[in-house]
């Protein structure tokens, strides 16, 4: 009979069983590990998951305070009353998280000639190889996506202020704010299901750029060109 000490596998050294991207990613982004890039560092990613998951609670404590056809969700947070105290300070922590995110990304998504050259050929009939082939680190509709997003937040906070302490402003500024803050929440809800859908199902392998932080040599070269050159030096192959 065979010794069982000899068959359990022996457990090999952490740095041969550790995911290389993902410890990369803990500092930087950027950068080719084998055959992947990282793509959004640790802080980035903490940073845009603070903003996702405060949204997501600002909505649906704020759905059942707008309408009882939402009133059902209630409950997920222990009824309305929680809800009502709660949404104000979600929408505190949503808006210092967006401000952190504009801050930490705003120096990367100013517009250049070839965004604004890539967001015309949205809607142009003809397809320009040109153009995508200076698809930088964001398109120029991840950059807009950016910018409104964070005017929302400045819109969703300082009408919801407004809203929050009733009695310390006039009926008309009142009024203002909840056509503000409603119409400001139905247009950014719709965005960021777009942005959900295009950073899932809609495009395979983006996901893990905000999970993992790593994207693929080979999502990097179709999705954005030059910024896959600029990380790898190399010249960009046609698919
Ligand atoms: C809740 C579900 C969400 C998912 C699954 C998601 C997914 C992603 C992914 C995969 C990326 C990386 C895209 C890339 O590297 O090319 C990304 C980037 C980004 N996300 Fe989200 N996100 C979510 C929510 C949000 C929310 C609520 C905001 C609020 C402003 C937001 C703002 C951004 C921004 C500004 C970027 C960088 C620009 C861009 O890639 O569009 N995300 N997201």
Redesign the pocket.
Known sequence: MSDISTRVPVAAPAHETADAAVIKGRHSENVLVGEEIV??SFLSRVI?WS??VS??ICLLTGLPIWTPIFGWMAFLFGGLQVCRWLHPWAGIFFFAA?LV?FLH?AGQMWLGKSDWDWLGGLFSSTKSEAVDSQIGK?NGG?KI??FT?ALA?LALMASGIVLWFPLSFDQGLREVSWILHDLTFILFTAS?IG??YL??ASEPG??S??TRGAVSKKWARFHHPRWYREVTGEESRRR
């Open positions: 793509r959004h845009h903003v996702a949204m997501v967006s995110m990304w964001y991840q996506f950016f997003s937040a960021i942005h959900i950073g899932t983006t996901f750029a905000m």
